[in-house]
């Protein structure tokens, strides 16, 4: 028994599926999750030793790579000064000056702990502000596991095939309206907000369409909503002011998580200082965190948006370019036609279809072709770990050397080439969808 297995089999004897969050099982992929010792810059290590070149990348909390000294002596310079006070510290101001800096019209921010709290408050605050109820997302979007923003959701809820979850009263999603990504959708003048993710990252990875970002912004402002920007996984990664910069459009509110915590747990919503003086204290929305604005958490985003300046983008989203290109010959040299590998900036994504996918239903006929767990594994086995999902994406980091790079797509290639040996007929969705 490998020292995974071996710690698998005790944390499934005091934990629920052995996993404090579910796609970490490897349920929808099969076999054993490796437990992580430790990781440094683009590579983890698991409890038996083995080393993995890392596309997690803590589901894109790590950009700069694991363990940056940078980070490292930030956190420990904030643990020896105490790790929570209740009361307000120096670096939550830098930090919300930092995020309302790099994004125009978001003009304050506060902080919470998790992406899904940040998207869940948003929601609160568009409807006291709005004094609406109805909320419009997207099928095949994630928004955080909070009851109303569950519906239709990518991610985990994708992977175990949920069309929500169980626990959820019909009455907590009977306001939330399902819509299909990359279609504007008519926005009723009862409806308080719009969330969208502008770049999909939670099935598989979906551009927006020319024009829909800008078509959900003209439908909100006709209907009196608000526009809701989740950007938990574009935010600070894909752009040094994210999404809002590079798509030209401005939301009313945005969600920032993953890259801003620097692997800690941090997150943000923000907006416009009329909507965000709806929030308590200042206003009658209710909110608040023990541990919101953590010294550790805050001190870990700081360090991180430090090494963030607007050079790096432009570099990296070019190195992951070229990447994201030999991944395709990689694949489709064993597999031709049946492979997309779409990119967004650093981000990048893997569909079995013959044509590009632009929403949930393609997503899903990618997973449905059962392709993804035999890449998955035939990478793992070739030293590179991708997560165990077949609606996640691929999360390069600024420690990946052309070497690691080059490393995974030879990896590409040899799991590629198994796959079509192992099931040469196996067939792929066709259609654009
Ligand atoms: C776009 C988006 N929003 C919200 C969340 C929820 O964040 P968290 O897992 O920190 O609660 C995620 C998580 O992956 C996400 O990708």
């Not at 992406?115 to 419009?136: N, Q």
């Not at 598989?204 to 938990?232: H, K, M, N, S, T």
């Amino acid at each position: 028994m490998t020292a995974s297995e071996a710690l698998f089999a005790r944390a499934q004897r005091v934990t629920p599926g052995g996993v404090n969050s579910p796609v970490r099982a490897f349920r929808s992929v099969g076999g054993t999750p490796y437990f992580v010792a430790r990781a440094s810059g683009a590579h983890v290590w698991d409890a038996d030793g083995n080393r993995y070149i890392d596309y997690v990348q803590s589901y894109g909390a790590s950009i700069v790579g694991h363990a940056h000294p940078k980070v490292v002596e930030a956190v420990r310079a904030a643990a020896g000064d105490g790790t929570s006070f209740g009361a307000p510290t120096e670096r939550e101001v830098l930090l919300a000056e930092e995020i309302t800096a790099r994004v125009p019209g978001c003009e304050q921010v506060r902080l919470v702990n998790s992406g899904t709290e940040a998207a869940m408050s948003a929601v609160r605050l568009a409807r006291g502000a709005t004094g609406r109820d109805r909320v419009v997302v997207f099928a095949g979007c994630y928004h955080g596991h909070s009851d109303g923003l569950l519906a239709g959701g990518g991610s985990g809820v994708a992977t175990l095939g949920l069309p929500a979850s169980a626990g959820v009263p019909a009455a907590a999603v009977g306001d939330t309206l399902v819509a299909p990504y990359n279609v504007v959708p008519e926005v009723e003048k009862d409806v308080a907000c719009v969330v969208v993710e502008p770049v999909a990252a939670n099935m598989g990875l979906v551009p927006p369409a020319p024009g829909f970002l800008a078509g959900l912004r003209q439908a909100c402002d006709q209907a009196g909503a608000l526009l809701i920007f989740d950007e938990v996984i574009t935010g600070f990664r894909l752009a040094w002011g994210g999404a809002a910069e590079v798509f030209g459009v401005t939301p009313d509110l945005w969600c920032f998580g993953k890259v801003i915590g620097g692997g800690l747990p941090l997150a943000a919503f923000g907006g416009r200082r009329d909507v965000m003086e709806h929030l308590a204290p200042a206003g009658p929305v209710y909110q608040a965190g023990t541990l919101s604005g953590n010294p550790l958490a805050t001190a870990a985003g700081l360090a991180v948006l430090s090494l963030l300046d607007r050079d790096v983008y432009a570099g990296f989203a070019a190195r992951v370019g070229r990447f994201a290109a030999g991944l395709l010959d990689a694949l489709g040299s064993s597999l031709p036609g049946r492979v997309q590998v779409p990119v967004a900036g650093p981000l990048v994504g893997v569909f079995f279809s013959a044509g590009s996918v632009t929403g949930y239903e393609g997503a899903r006929a990618s997973a449905g072709t059962g392709l993804y767990p035999g890449l998955m594994h035939g990478l793992l086995e070739r030293g590179v770990a991708i997560a165990p999902g077949a609606y996640e994406i691929l999360f390069p980091s600024l420690a990946h050397s052309d070497a690691d790079l080059s490393g995974t797509v030879e990896a590409f290639a040899g799991a590629a080439a198994d796959l079509a040996r192992a099931d040469p007929g196996r067939a792929v969705p066709g259609a654009d969808s």
